[in-house]
């Protein structure tokens, strides 16, 4: 009698221990996806590398050889008002124009609902851009292939946040006798001393479409970035009197530009 | 009876253990764990890397070693770490004001010494990098240094058979696997054991009082009365950025104003540590100058007016640092008592057969 009972007791330890740790977790959202797809203009024209011709504001010609820019920290806003944010760890990406595939952000289990506005974070945060390097994977490594165009700064540690090369016939010839402009544009705050911060967060509302995620929806955010309003936003920008932007406090004047340049195209089911 | 029960309850704590393993990941065997100790000095202040992040092992030191030395990490194969510091001149480039890098390119500025890194809270001249892991990046990618992107680097390493590289970050860190944080924090295990502290001024600092000469000592009062705000604490700096007053006339180095953009910062320089200084030659940012008694009569009568001085040395007129030929031989005298020579003889840290400090 005893024994039964000890064997009894034995065999349901042993089952609640298996109970315990196989039980999955409930993921209710597991199948659940959005996808923000992006897409880079300038102005109504697709941006065709290396060959497309294309005009700023203040009347300049340009080409576009290089688009890169990083987006992060994403939240989505409900009907009812509640926010989900997207889990930070895993909510950086390395929009390049270069790479098709880099274009399209998929969300994963993202929780079923109405949601009517799209926020991000243009560049990276300053927590992370100090973390230990084993926070720090995928395009957040600086040793990835997706920074094989430096979109980190090992001089002065911080991440590009968005990067901008093209030629223009108004830009002065440098050594080469090329006509380049280079905008490279970072700066988190600064670590040990205070410097400019050029992190900027989007606010982008859905308009009359609402993105409904659910196990069988899964709907696509189509986002536009407009490169022609890094030249015309809050400041007019001539490449001929600015070529080269990159870790000065003029940079913020770009930021401050580029913030405005994202816009939502569409959304689709 | 009681076997049946122990029998159960391991394979009740197997199966617990089993289905809280994260998938798709395989179990790294276990490194060599032969840890290593930083030494830690007493009189030295507070360490600042956090030894726990990366914790020193011998294979992982050995590793960092190998890959200090070995040109792979340069563009061409030519340059390693150990070009431009080499440990018989305390880690830095001797005879050379200004580094000597890829294809016979010339650095900005001054190799500066590497030793006791743990302490340190800012990296290069200007404390762009200000983490251990982040700094070998910096001269890897420099096109006057290395030349080569991270990403190859990797790929290299991976690639490599002689060195073995996979072999050798497997005995360091449990698998095959070359990743950024392993390559950066193997070289950190490296820097991080390059702990300089047995010079005869440590041995006095010790209690030997006979450890260092009567003008040796006089030489130490001098210093600690006009040197030892900025070169302070026994690591001999206080890591702040200063403006020491050396003619910028010709150099379009902006010094930490490069890392800020506060015109506050123009023109200053991290203050560097003064330990083995007798090796660190030559002398400043830029390398100007090549003796310890110019660098005293710079401080005694050359120190130029800008409006980012350091205010320290405005309490003079003439701006700098007032210092008689009998203190500054004294001064020099002390400094040479900063020399370890077990710490540039030391086997462990030199090359294990590279061969590439030119």
Not at chain 1, 69 to 87: E, H, M, Q, W
Not at chain 2, 25 to 42: A, D, H, I, M, Y
Request: hydrophobic share 35%.
């Amino acid at each position: 009698m005893k024994n039964k009972i000890l064997w009894a007791s034995a065999w349901s330890f042993l089952l609640l221990l298996f109970i315990q740790s196989c039980k999955s977790d409930p993921d209710p959202y597991a199948n659940n996806s959005l996808t923000l797809s992006f897409s880079n203009k300038v102005g109504s024209d697709g941006v065709v590398l290396g060959s497309g011709n294309y005009k700023n504001a203040v009347g300049e010609d340009f080409t576009v050889t290089t688009f890169s820019y990083f987006i992060s920290n994403i939240s989505l806003k409900k009907a009812d008002g509640t926010v989900y944010t997207y889990p930070q760890d895993s909510s950086y990406f390395l929009i390049r124009e270069a790479n098709i595939d880099s274009k399209k952000v998929v969300l994963k289990g993202v929780p079923t609902g109405d949601y009517t506005e799209l926020k991000f974070m243009i560049g990276v945060d300053s927590l992370r851009n100090t973390m230990d390097l084993s926070r720090r994977k995928g395009v957040l490594d600086p040793g990835d292939i997706s920074h094989d165009d430096g979109m980190y700064w090992s001089w002065n540690s911080g991440y590009i946040f968005l990067k901008l090369e093209g030629n223009s016939s108004k830009v002065a010839a440098d050594a080469t006798g090329n006509q380049k402009f280079r905008y490279h544009i970072g700066g988190f705050g600064g670590y040990n001393t205070k410097t400019f911060n050029n992190i900027r967060t989007v606010t982008l509302p859905l308009g009359s479409i609402v993105a409904k995620v659910g196990p069988a929806q899964q709907p696509t955010i189509e986002v536009v970035a407009d490169i022609a309003k890094i030249f015309d936003g809050t400041q007019k920008i001539s490449l001929a009197q600015y070529p080269t932007v990159m870790f000065a406090d003029f940079s913020s004047t770009v930021a401050n530009n580029y913030a405005a340049m994202f816009k939502i195209s569409g959304v689709k089911d | 009876m009681k076997k049946s029960y122990i029998v159960i309850l391991s394979a009740a704590l197997f199966g617990w253990a089993s289905c809280h393993r994260t998938p798709d990941t395989p179990t790294p065997t276990t490194p060599t764990v032969e840890t290593l100790e930083v030494p830690q000095p007493s009189y030295f202040p507070a360490m600042v890397y956090d030894l726990k992040s990366n914790p020193l092992t011998t294979d992982g030191f050995q590793l960092g070693r190998s890959l200090f030395y070995d040109g792979i990490l340069s563009r061409n194969g030519t340059i390693a770490c150990g070009t431009c510091h080499q440990q018989a001149a305390a880690f830095t480039h001797h005879g050379h004001d200004l580094s000597h890098g890829i294809d016979d390119k010339i650095g900005m500025r001054n190799a500066p010494a590497i030793q006791n890194m743990a302490w340190e809270k800012d990296f290069l001249w200007d404390g762009g990098v200000h983490q251990l892991d982040l700094f070998p990046m910096a001269p890897i990618e420099n096109p006057v240094e290395m030349d080569e992107k991270l990403s190859n680097v990797l790929q290299k390493l991976r690639d490599s058979k002689n060195p073995n590289y996979p072999e050798l970050f497997k005995k360091a860190f449990g698998t095959t696997e070359i990743n950024t944080e392993r390559f950066t924090k193997a070289l950190s295990q490296f820097m991080l054991f390059l702990v300089s502290n047995n010079s005869r001024y440590d041995l006095y600092l010790k209690g030997s009082t006979n450890a260092i000469t009567a003008t040796e000592k006089e030489g130490l009062a001098v210093f600690k009365q006009k040197c030892a705000t900025c070169h302070a604490s026994e690591l001999f700096t206080d890591h702040s950025f200063r403006n020491n007053g050396l003619d910028m006339a010709r150099s379009t180095d902006q010094g930490r104003f490069r890392i800020t953009q506060n015109p506050d910062d123009l023109y200053k320089f991290k203050v560097p540590s003064l330990r083995n200084v007798s090796y660190t030659s030559p002398y400043m940012h830029d390398g100007r100058f090549t003796t310890l008694e110019q660098v005293l009569d710079h401080y005694a009568k050359n120190a130029k007016q800008s409006a980012t001085l350091d205010p320290i040395l405005q309490q003079a007129t003439p701006a700098g640092i007032p210092l008689t030929d009998d203190e500054k031989l004294k001064i020099i005298a002390f400094l040479k008592t900063l020399s370890d020579d077990s710490f540039v003889k030391d086997w462990r840290f030199s090359d294990p057969g590279f061969g590439k400090s030119f």
